[in-house]
């Protein structure tokens, strides 16, 4: 694992973990507003892209190990930005490697087996990430806060009788407990949004033509009951976030900045997992010395017989920092400052 990354991204989201055995309360612990104070927003896209980067270089480790794989759980109120959260943070990474599910209304199918069925339908293979936008986590929250949606799940009556709510949360632990056990890291971010930044984003979409496909009446509505979503959200981050699977609470008034805590949470957990790139043997060795042995031996006239292996000589002989872009240079130096304040937060 590269240590110096590991550190400043363990020191940037420990206050967004929620630590297991607390007992949270949203208003009173996290703050829909926060951002740090030694980012600047201005470095966030920046900040952002150096976030991507390292997504994009661990991705590809866990896709050719083969052994992990990441389940990226998201939640969040409606107009939350779990859409462009998605897009903009995994905007380098290999979309074959990527699979992003969203969970709506359960069909008739999905009714007639257990309510965690269909999230298991969708898990990824090892060597890739799934995101769930919205993920089994709504069988404790849009479920708790509508029971009327408890009945069409077809349940024996003692299912869903006193303690409901306490047994799922166990059968939830133990399922993702199950997941880590075999492989699978669980990943748990729920973007927390304030109630008026809620109502801006929601007239934006009422406002801006470009953006009316987006707005639903029905969400809207849905605010009425913010105060038992919040509960509902408390008692889940309480019971639910564990050792093998904590809960992060993300910021999100500023979507800049949520989207940096999120890399940044995913980046910290693929460097855990620190996967690597598989070792050929020895047959394998000589394989490729056959083959590079034979294309050398086709080059044209005049052609150099490896030009990959010519232009790692040549860079290599001129120096890397000759060779570093305008946009890398700026993406190191604005790193830099962005390191030594974290050292000094």
Not at 53 to 59: F, G, I, P
Not at 152 to 169: D, F, H, I, M, T
Not at 312 to 322: D, I, N, T, Y
Request: with cysteine; aromatic share 10%; hydrophobic share 40%.
């Amino acid at each position: 694992m590269d240590d110096e990354r590991a550190k400043l991204l363990a020191k940037f989201i420990a206050p967004l973990r929620v630590a297991p055995g607390s007992k949270v309360k949203l208003a009173r612990d996290f703050d829909p507003g926060y951002k740090a104070s030694f980012l600047k927003k201005k470095e966030g896209a920046t900040i952002l892209q150096a976030g991507v980067d390292v997504l994009a270089e661990y991705q590809a480790r866990l896709a050719a190990q083969d052994t992990w794989g990441m389940v990226v759980c998201l939640q969040a109120m409606d107009a939350g930005g779990k859409d462009g959260t998605i897009r903009h943070v995994m905007s380098g990474v290999n979309p074959q490697g990527v699979q992003v599910h969203g969970f709506k209304v359960p069909s008739a199918e999905e009714l007639d087996h257990d309510y965690l069925w269909r999230y298991a339908q969708r898990l990824p293979r090892r060597g890739q990430i799934g995101i769930f936008n919205r993920s089994h986590y709504e069988e404790v929250l849009v479920v708790r806060v509508h029971p009327e949606l408890l009945d069409r799940q077809r349940l024996p009556e003692q299912a869903k009788g006193k303690g409901v709510w306490a047994r799922r949360y166990t059968e939830i632990n133990d399922w993702e407990h199950f997941l880590a056990d075999n492989g699978f890291k669980v990943v748990k971010l729920f973007l927390n949004l304030s109630k008026e930044e809620q109502r801006c984003r929601f007239l934006k979409r009422v406002d801006l033509p470009e953006k009316n496909w987006k707005f639903s009446a029905a969400d809207a509505r849905e605010r009425k009951y913010w105060d038992d979503y919040q509960a509902a959200f408390s008692d889940m981050l309480t019971h639910t976030s564990t050792e093998w699977a904590p809960w992060y609470v993300i910021p999100a008034d500023h979507k800049w900045f949520a989207r940096i805590c999120v890399s940044a949470v995913l980046a910290h957990t693929l460097m855990d997992i620190d996967p690597r790139y598989p070792k050929v043997d020895a047959a394998k060795q000589r394989d490729l010395a056959e083959t590079k042995a034979l294309l050398e031996a086709e080059a044209p006239k005049g052609a150099a017989a490896d030009p990959f292996a010519a232009e790692l000589a040549a860079g290599a002989k001129q120096g890397e920092g000759s060779k570093e872009s305008k946009q890398a240079r700026k993406q190191r130096k604005e790193m830099a400052k962005v390191r030594a304040r974290v050292a000094k937060a």
